[in-house]
Structure formats: structure tokens, C-alpha cells
């Protein structure tokens, strides 16, 4: 089996940094796009950014500039460094993976259990 743990999340106040890590863990054989969402309380969980295999990254306009993701591919790790945090960034944040794993003849989608991300004063 494969399994997706978060870690890094917690309470800072506005304008600090935070970086999450998503480590990936089981059955892998390789993995392709990793990435981050999130989703604060009423809202629908909203993509943050993506990271390919080879390192081509995407961040979503609302954390441009604020945010970074990067991965570690011998450690099948995914990082997201966001700065400049506000309160509107205060959600869970969700690592999300495709993942061909040695069970599978194709790749498939896994999910983190989320970590708690809180921006206040």
C-alpha cells in the first residue's frame, strides 16, 4: 500500500512562513505529478500548485510570489514553502500524488490526510 503524511502544519501569525512536507511512502515504483491543495472551512478544496517528476512547477495565482513547492525525488518527499502568509490562507492543506505502485498497471491518485494550517494574530 502507499501512503501520503503530511507535517509541518501549524499556527503563525500573519506574515510568517511555514514549510509543509509531503513524504510518500509504500509500494512505489515511481511517481509522477505530486501536489498541494487546500480547503478552508465552506470553501471547496482549491488547488495550490504542482510538481512534475522533472522538476516543472506550477503555482495557482492566489500564492504567487508567496508560495513555493518542491520535491525530493530519492526521498519521495514534496515540499511547500509559503511566506508571507495572511489569514486567508488559514485551511487544511492536502498533498496529493500520482502514483504508479508495484500492485498497479497504472497510476494512480492518492491523498494525505491533511495538516492544519492557521494564520492569526
Known amino acids: 500500500q502507499v501512503q501520503l503524511v503530511e507535517s509541518g502544519g501549524g499556527l503563525v501569525q500573519p506574515g510568517g512562513s511555514l514549510r509543509l512536507s509531503c513524504a510518500a511512502s509504500?509500494?512505489?515504483?515511481?511517481?509522477?505529478?505530486m501536489a498541494w491543495y487546500r480547503q478552508a472551512p465552506g470553501n471547496q478544496r482549491e488547488l495550490v500548485a504542482t510538481?512534475?517528476?522533472?522538476?516543472?512547477?506550477k503555482i495557482e495565482d492566489s500564492v504567487k510570489g508567496r508560495f513555493t513547492i518542491s520535491r525530493d525525488n530519492a526521498k519521495n518527499t514534496a515540499y511547500l514553502q509559503m511566506n508571507s502568509l495572511k489569514p486567508e490562507d488559514t485551511a487544511v492543506y492536502y498533498c496529493?500524488?500520482?502514483?504508479?505502485?508495484?500492485?498497479?498497471?497504472?497510476?494512480?491518485?492518492?491523498w494525505g490526510q491533511g495538516t492544519q494550517v492557521t494564520v492569526s494574530s
Open positions: 510538481i512534475n517528476s522533472d522538476g516543472s512547477a
Open positions: 496529493n500524488a500520482h502514483i504508479l505502485t508495484s500492485t498497479s498497471y497504472y497510476t494512480e491518485n492518492f
Open positions: 509504500g509500494t512505489i515504483i515511481s511517481i509522477n505529478m
